[in-house]
């Protein structure tokens, strides 16, 4: 019986506070309701995690520089012109990262960090002209944690191997 009551109490106490329900799209401030607007038909389906998660990011966006909300809306624009097998190459290569000991990433972005930004330049442009072996044994290069002595060998084995690849 005492069990049934306190089930009954747990209940009725989730149903009528929004404890088990999360947050009312209604209680969130003018700024984050607009940023959510397009979730305001399903808000009340959202796991109370997730609403939390929208919650956040669109505070983080409100919080951004209008010159870094220009350059996001770029990179967005430019992520959805990519055809998709592009993208899913992008994702891909993203998730081996993702994958790596946390080490290994950390090397690779210090090594990025340490470049200069003209050299961070020169070898996204070597990466973007290199046939795709080229761009394997890049990848297999920066994996292993090349440092700058590598990234003057990597321009040369380019240089002679042609560099640039022929387009179609």
């Known amino acids: 019986?005492?069990?049934?009551?306190?089930?009954?109490?747990?209940?009725?106490?989730?149903?009528?506070?929004?404890?088990?329900?999360?947050?009312?799209?209604?209680?969130?401030?003018?700024?984050?309701?607009?940023?959510?607007?397009?979730?305001?038909?399903?808000?009340?389906?959202?796991?109370?995690?997730?609403?939390?998660?929208?919650?956040?990011?669109?505070?983080?966006?409100?919080d951004l520089s209008p010159e870094k909300k220009s350059e996001l809306r770029d990179r967005y624009q430019r992520w959805q012109q990519l055809p998709p097998e592009k993208r899913e190459e992008i994702q891909q290569r993203y998730q081996r990262f993702r994958e790596m000991p946390p080490e290994?990433?950390?090397?690779?972005?210090?090594?990025?960090?340490?470049?200069?930004?003209?050299?961070?330049?020169a070898r996204k442009q070597r990466f973007r002209e290199a046939t795709p072996e080229q761009r394997q044994q890049m990848r297999q290069e920066s994996g292993n944690g090349a440092g700058k002595s590598d990234l003057q060998q990597d321009q040369k084995k380019v240089r002679q191997q042609g560099g640039r690849r022929e387009r179609e």
């Open 104 to 121: 290994q990433r950390e090397k690779i972005r210090e090594h990025w960090q340490s470049l200069s930004p003209e050299e961070r330049e």
């Open 1 to 62: 019986m005492k069990v049934k009551f306190i089930l009954w109490a747990l209940l009725l106490l989730a149903g009528s506070s929004g404890w088990a329900a999360g947050r009312s799209f209604d209680s969130l401030d003018a700024p984050t309701q607009a940023a959510l607007a397009q979730e305001r038909t399903r808000w009340d389906s959202l796991p109370p995690g997730q609403q939390e998660k929208m919650i956040q990011r669109a505070q983080k966006w409100r």
